[in-house]
């Protein structure tokens, strides 16, 4: 297994001093855990197959970083033979602390892998008016963008870094605010099968991704969402952390409560837009 890292101040510092060594043996551990998650999901849901060529969407948080790294190594150390495209999507509404398109470039560049970037306006109201953005607005403005970056770049596949948690959190979401007992699904095929979004890390929980994105220097506190301290889902997590304190398996349990509810995807396909790529909703996946 490779040790590429991500390059930052401090992992200049660390190889410099001779302290990233412990560091390198840490994220080769923690890697090697985490792409046994990784390939247990992929062929449970038929997400990766020869041939594809995947748009990573990369925000520059730790999960889509983690994402990135491990598709990157599960291609060299796997059956498949796949090619990967990182896409950051820039938007007019972001915190200070988002990540700059240098940094990012560099980052796509230790990682060997093609990349590009977009940009999106979200504070414009589709009537032309100024408006706060919603999450779902935003949502679908960034799913949008990424699905014309996979047209553009010949991607059949858009590969998004959503956990364990995102998962439970969804369910939760979905079932206090509106009566349905359903959450994202780890694969969803789009626009009559131009477009499938997977989702690798769907059995991975945050905890372990906190630790490889740790262990791995990558860039901290690169985007946030300046509403994500207050949102719905930021609620989410908090009551299901004061539920996990009595029942460790509470994130597992709402897993399996939707799988058995919806049945197992395992090899098939969610449909769901079946129209043009550009007119199409992507606010389902």
Not at 223 to 252: D, F, G, Y
Request: one cysteine or more.
């Amino acid at each position: 297994m490779r040790r590429d890292r991500v390059r930052t101040t401090a992992a200049y510092e660390e190889d410099m001093t001779g302290t990233g060594k412990t560091a390198g043996a840490d994220q080769e551990r923690l890697a090697y855990n985490l792409l046994k998650r990784v390939s247990k999901a992929l062929p449970h849901y038929s997400m990766i197959e020869d041939g594809d060529r995947i748009v990573v969407a990369v925000s520059g948080g730790k999960d889509s970083l983690t994402l990135l790294r491990l598709l990157r190594l599960g291609r060299e150390s796997g059956a498949a033979k796949y090619d990967l495209v990182a896409v950051h999507v820039e938007s007019d509404f972001r915190c200070s602390g988002c990540a700059h398109r240098e940094t990012l470039e560099r980052v796509f560049e230790d990682e060997g892998v093609e990349f590009g970037f977009e940009h999106i306006t979200v504070t414009v109201g589709a009537d032309g008016k100024q408006r706060a953005p919603t999450c779902f607005w935003c949502s679908w403005n960034r799913r949008k963008a990424l699905f014309l970056a996979a047209e553009r770049h010949g991607c059949n596949k858009v590969a998004f870094g959503h956990h364990a948690d995102d998962v439970a959190e969804t369910a939760l979401l979905n079932l206090f605010y509106h009566g349905r007992l359903e959450t994202m699904e780890p694969k969803v095929v789009f626009f009559d099968g131009k477009i499938t979004v997977i989702r690798p890390l769907v059995y991975v929980p945050e905890r372990e991704i906190s630790r490889f994105a740790k262990a791995g220097g990558f860039p901290s506190q690169l985007c946030r969402c300046p509403n994500s301290l207050t949102s719905e889902r930021a609620r989410m997590k908090e009551i299901l952390k004061t539920v996990e304190e009595e029942c460790p398996r509470v994130k597992i349990n709402l897993y399996k409560a939707i799988e058995n509810r919806m049945g197992s995807t395992r090899n098939g396909e969610t449909k769901h837009s079946t129209g043009s790529l550009r007119q199409g909703d992507p606010s389902t996946a």
